[in-house]
Nanobody, 124 residues
Framework: QVELVESGGGLVQAGGSLRLSCAAS????????MGWFRQAPGKEREFVAA????????YYLASVKGRFTISRDNAKNTVFLQMNSLKFEDTAGYYC?????????????????WGLGTQVTVSS
């Protein structure tokens, strides 16, 4: 079992920045990849970014590329999502996910564990 706890959400004006954190605990050695997803009211859960604990490329939703950066601290079992130049349309609940064997990083079904989420609200 892997437990995930997100933090860092809040209210920010358009153009501002936030840094989300996702702390993983439990049997993290069985986790291959970590992802960030978001869900706005009335919309489906949407892939935002992903990274593997072993390194390699990072992955982003097209509309956040160049504004968001995903990173990891293996020693602390923590993944971060730095969000810059925030837009009103980035408003959503942001969820961290961990997957044991993730092939397609953008598919929520590939992930085995989920955090409870942290709310990001961007005022226009």
């Amino acid at each position: 079992q892997v437990e995930l706890v997100e933090s860092g959400g809040g209210l920010v004006q358009a153009g501002g920045s936030l840094r989300l954190s996702c702390a993983a605990s439990g049997r993290t050695s069985g986790s291959d990849a970590m992802g960030w997803f978001r869900q706005a009211p009335g919309k489906e859960r949407e892939f935002v970014a992903a990274i593997r604990w072993s390194g390699g490329p990072t992955y982003y939703l097209a509309s956040v590329k160049g504004r968001f950066t995903i990173s990891r601290d293996n020693a602390k079992n923590t993944v971060f999502l730095q969000m810059n130049s925030l837009k009103f349309e980035d408003t959503a609940g942001y969820y961290c996910a961990a997957g044991r064997e993730v092939v397609i990083v953008a598919q929520p079904g590939q992930y085995n564990y989920w955090g409870l989420g942290t709310q990001v609200t961007v005022s226009s």
